[in-house]
Each structure stands twice: as C-alpha cells, then as structure tokens.
C-alpha cells in the first residue's frame, strides 16, 4: 500500500491567515490525490481531486496543487469554519491510502 | 435527511460478525454514475479503506480485510450493506459509507461521505 504522510500533523492560525498542508505520498500517484476536511462529528466533506480540482460548492479560497508525489492543500484567507482536521488520500492505487490528518487550530 | 446514513449494532463481541448498513435517502444507488464504498478510522488511526463496490455488482477488498468481508447493495432498498467476520477488538472503529465519483479511466474518488457509525468490539 501507498504510504501518506502529511505535514505537519496539527498547527495553530489565526483568521485571515494563509495556510499550507502538505502531503508526501510514498511512491508516484500521479494526480490522483484527494482533499477531505472534516469538523468534529461531522462527516468528512470533498474539498479538491485530481490533486487541483475544487468540487463544486467549496470556496474558491481553497486549492490544490502538486503532482506525482508532493502535494499541498492552500488555503487563503482563513475562515473560523475552517478550524477543522484535513486529510490526503490517493486514489492510484488499489487499495486507497490517506494520510494521518492535519489539524488546525485556533491561535 | 442526510443523503448517506450508516446504521449498525454499536456493540459487538469478539469472534461474532458485524453487520453495518448504509441508507442512499436518493435515487443514485440505481446510477451507474457512481460506484460506492465503506472505510472505516479506528482510534488514533488513519482512515482505512475497507473495500469498494463496482456498478454491476463486482467489489475490490482491502486485502487486509478480504478473507473477512462481503459487501452488497440491494437497490430496492437503497441500502448498502456490509458484512464482517470473526471480529476482534483491532476492528473497534467508527465506520463510513461513501458515495465514489469516477474519472473516465475509473479512477474513483469519495464525493459525498456518511456521517459514521461507532463499533465497539468488546465482550
């Protein structure tokens, strides 16, 4: 299986602030790396696939980028609903692998 | 009404089998738009992809899972269905249906996730 590894694993923003997730996939994934955000008790929720591809409904302050091993997950002017966990997964190869999450905080 | 909701036992003892179902509240269970899938984050841990059912009925399992698993749909009902053998406290996790997007090589990806049912194996 596909090792994931996000970074960092939690950090503190404030609101307004531009933060950096980044994903290090194991081996070659070409674009096939998706985004998930998930809000305590909540269900995860799509943010971007193909690696930089926004699903439809999200806010345009967030974005993807990256390809064949490392990725990251942008987002611009943050917002207090954002305070939440994120997760990469890759979707390559079979079976589907994601990365430990990154949380992130309220400073 | 949400439009994945997974139900099951909450409390299951060890070497008994776990059976979880997931409810589509539309229509798309019939679609052959979407394939679907269960994945399941124990404890402190990353989520775990369990196994993904195909539009025609044919299913990937995690092979970590395989020997283990049955999946199925029944279309009629609008439920999904999940199966799992001789489970041991390992199994202990919360559990997700979800719905899969495909690109046209059949690359899939989870679109739309459930909100999760906790299992506890425990005796």
């Known amino acids: 299986a596909v090792w994931m590894t996000q970074s960092p694993s939690s950090f503190s923003a404030s609101v307004g602030d531009r933060v950096n997730i980044n994903c290090r996939a194991g081996q070659f994934v070409s674009h096939y790396l998706a985004w998930y955000q998930q809000r305590p008790g909540r269900a995860p929720k799509l943010l971007v696939f193909g690696a930089s591809t926004l699903q439809s409904g999200v806010p345009s302050r967030f974005g993807g980028s990256g390809s064949g091993t490392n990725f990251t997950l942008t987002i611009d002017h943050l917002q207090s609903e954002d305070f939440a966990t994120y997760y990469c997964q890759q979707y390559y190869t079979y079976p589907p692998t994601f990365g430990q999450g990154t949380r992130v905080e309220v400073k | 009404q949400l439009p994945l909701q997974e139900s099951g036992p909450g409390l299951v003892r060890p070497s008994e089998t776990l059976s979880l179902t997931c409810t589509v509240s539309d229509g798309s269970i019939s679609s052959s738009s979407f394939y679907w899938g269960w994945i399941r984050q124990a404890p402190g841990e990353k989520l775990e992809w369990i196994g993904t059912?195909?539009?025609?009925?044919?299913?990937y399992f995690n092979p970590s899972l395989k020997s283990r698993l049955s999946m199925s749909v029944d279309t009629s009902k609008k439920q999904l269905s999940l199966t799992l053998r001789s489970v041991t406290a390992s199994d202990t996790a919360v559990y997700y249906c979800?719905?899969?997007?495909?690109?046209?090589?059949?690359?899939?990806?989870?679109?739309?996730w459930g909100q999760g049912t906790a299992v506890t194996v425990s005796s």
């Open positions: 979800a719905r899969l997007m495909y690109d046209a090589s059949g690359y899939n990806w989870p679109e739309i």
């Open positions: 059912l195909f539009f025609g009925g044919s299913t």
